[in-house]
């Protein structure tokens, strides 16, 4: 009885745990790499399909739909696959920028539909938007963002290959991969809020995400942390993505990294101890 009392009004949310057998499967690998390319937007449709749309409007877009994300504590792959959503819708239809917001809650709102034991509500969501939007309004743009994405929902995110590539890598047990898978996701979530990577594959992202985490963290690490180009051969071989490529997305990457960290910075001095980036990245480190 005792125990019924204190457990009452508690919402617990299941989460699931990642499955080693299929992670071990490379049948899974293989689908997954066969099926990225098929769920990239269509274009660079700032060039060719948005005539009011601009890259910061997303950009600005992008980090508030990671706010709310991160303080409904969301499974991590509604913030990803919404942001797919997003860029799959706006390279098929022009839109006024003045629904670039309900679009964006939109694709929140069917994104944790499919990822999270207990959705985001479309009330919520109206509220995290100051009441800009309708209730009737998501609603209506819930069926349009499905007609345009044609319904094809399971879209192959960066997320999908982290734990892929951590299981496949061949490092020193002696390193602890917790804190490197931490700073890999937070990478990924810059990638999902710069547009630079869009059209990026999602392997390609990944793999990068976990060298750039191994160089920030190699003093950490200490001596058994691999090279440079140990890491980008290992991500060659478990995802065929060409090394060269794969450098060089490394690179944005850091210029990414360094800049959001400098904006971070800069709004500290005006707002004091408070990270406005997606995850502390003052807890990154190169």
């Not at 071990?24 to 390319?37: G, H, I, N, P, Y």
């Not at 734990?163 to 047990?173: D, G």
Request: proline share 4%.
């Amino acid at each position: 009885m005792e125990q019924l009392v204190c457990s009452e009004g508690k919402v617990v949310v299941r989460r699931s745990h990642p499955d080693p057998v299929l992670l071990r499967d490379q049948r899974v690998l293989d689908r997954l790499l066969k099926l990225e390319d098929h769920f990239l937007p269509r274009c660079d449709y700032f060039k060719i399909v948005q005539k009011e749309i601009k890259p910061f409007m997303r950009r600005m877009v992008a980090t508030w739909m990671f706010e709310v994300c991160e303080e409904q504590r969301c499974e991590e792959d509604v913030f990803a696959l919404s942001i797919n959503f997003l860029d799959r819708f706006l390279s098929t239809m022009s839109v006024q920028k003045s629904h670039l917001q309900l679009l964006g809650t939109c694709c929140m709102f069917v994104a944790s539909k499919l990822k999270e034991t207990a959705p985001l509500t479309a009330e919520k969501l109206v509220i995290y938007t100051d009441s800009s939007i309708t209730l009737e309004e998501l609603l209506n743009w819930e069926i349009l963002t499905l007609n345009k994405l044609r319904w094809d929902l399971n879209a192959v995110t960066p997320n999908d290959f982290i734990e892929q590539i951590f299981c496949r890598l061949k490092l020193s047990q002696q390193i602890d991969l917790t804190l490197v898978r931490k700073h890999a996701k937070t990478y990924v979530s810059l990638c999902c809020i710069d547009f630079r990577f869009a059209l990026t594959p999602p392997s390609m992202i990944a793999a990068a995400a976990i060298c750039v985490a191994f160089h920030g963290l190699n003093k950490s690490i200490g001596l058994v942390c691999p090279t440079r180009q140990e890491l980008l051969s290992m991500m060659h071989d478990i995802t065929g993505a060409e090394e060269e490529y794969l450098s060089q997305c490394q690179v944005l990457m850091e210029d990414v990294l360094n800049l959001n960290k400098n904006n971070n910075n800069n709004e500290e001095v005006n707002q004091g101890d408070q990270p406005i980036t997606p995850s502390d990245i003052r807890d990154v480190h190169f």
